[in-house]
């Protein structure tokens, strides 16, 4: 596979969804579900254009310091961090890029994931102004708080129906501007949901993605998953989230084998090394 897509045989999407699957991703576990990147950085421009890499993001920082205001934060985290009982080790982010509950607030508006989402918040919509509303504003959450790391799925690159509140569905009133959540707010560059998968799909194969996406495949899915260069790359999770942290075998009471297994499968789990 990795010769192919050298070769260009394959697309970057293609590749992506390869490596998800070696590394265990399915479409058939919330909990390990596909994770893409986000490739952009201009969410604001009204025409977007790819021969400029200022409006692509730095596939080499992990979401979480992309902006570089956030390195330092997540750093001091970091290295003040001290479990008094030895078990936890020392991570940069308390939040993972990718778990259930994100791929519910992306999908919220298509079946089955509203009701998943609603199963979720114990039977009701989440409020509004935590809701997936615009495409804009949750780049902008992503750049201003460390604390918000999701990545993105395969969706966001060929299912326009996503952005669609094409059921109807009553997701509230935002707070600040009174505004209904209803279709996701895109970029100005985007005139239609088709209109943004064909031009982010089209960013996706790209030049510059072309030549940077290695980057980003390091930090998921490679060699600055783990170890000392994830600590260098300011890319260390939280322990339970690495395949083989916890022994959940040698645990004998059921009680904490269960609640240590259900906050394994809420938080988030990083793909297997490849």
Not at 8 to 19: A, G, K, P, V
Not at 42 to 63: G, Q, W
Not at 134 to 149: F, R
């Amino acid at each position: 596979v990795f010769q192919k897509w050298v070769n260009r045989e394959i697309s970057n999407f293609d590749y992506l969804i390869q490596l998800n699957t070696m590394a265990g991703r399915t479409y058939n576990d919330l909990a390990q579900y596909p994770v893409f990147p986000w490739i952009l950085q201009d969410y604001t421009s009204e025409e977007l254009d790819l021969n400029n890499p200022a409006v692509f993001r730095d596939l080499s920082k992990p979401i979480g310091v992309v902006n570089e205001k956030n390195a330092k934060t997540v750093k001091e985290k970091y290295e003040n961090f001290e479990d008094p009982l030895g078990i936890i080790d020392k991570f940069h982010y308390g939040t993972h890029y990718s778990n259930a509950a994100g791929v519910m607030h992306y999908l919220i508006r298509v079946e089955p994931f509203t009701t998943l989402h609603i199963q979720l918040q114990s039977g009701r919509f989440d409020c509004a102004d935590r809701q997936f509303h615009s495409i804009p504003a949750t780049w902008q959450a992503l750049m201003d708080n460390p604390n918000d790391v999701k990545e993105l799925i395969p969706e966001f690159f060929y299912f326009p129906e996503f952005l669609e509140n094409q059921n109807g569905f009553n997701l509230g009133q935002l707070q600040m501007s009174k505004e209904m959540v209803n279709d996701v707010v895109l970029p100005k560059w985007a005139h239609s949901p088709e209109d943004f998968i064909y031009k982010h799909r089209k960013a996706l194969e790209s030049e510059y993605v072309s030549a940077h996406l290695h980057e980003w495949i390091d930090l998921i899915f490679g060699y600055k998953q783990r170890g000392p260069a994830a600590v260098e790359a300011l890319n260390v999770f939280y322990y339970c989230t690495y395949e083989g942290a916890v022994d959940l075998d040698a645990l004998t009471d059921e009680k904490e084998r269960k609640a240590l297994e259900g906050m394994i499968n809420n938080f988030g789990q990083t793909p297997c090394q490849l």
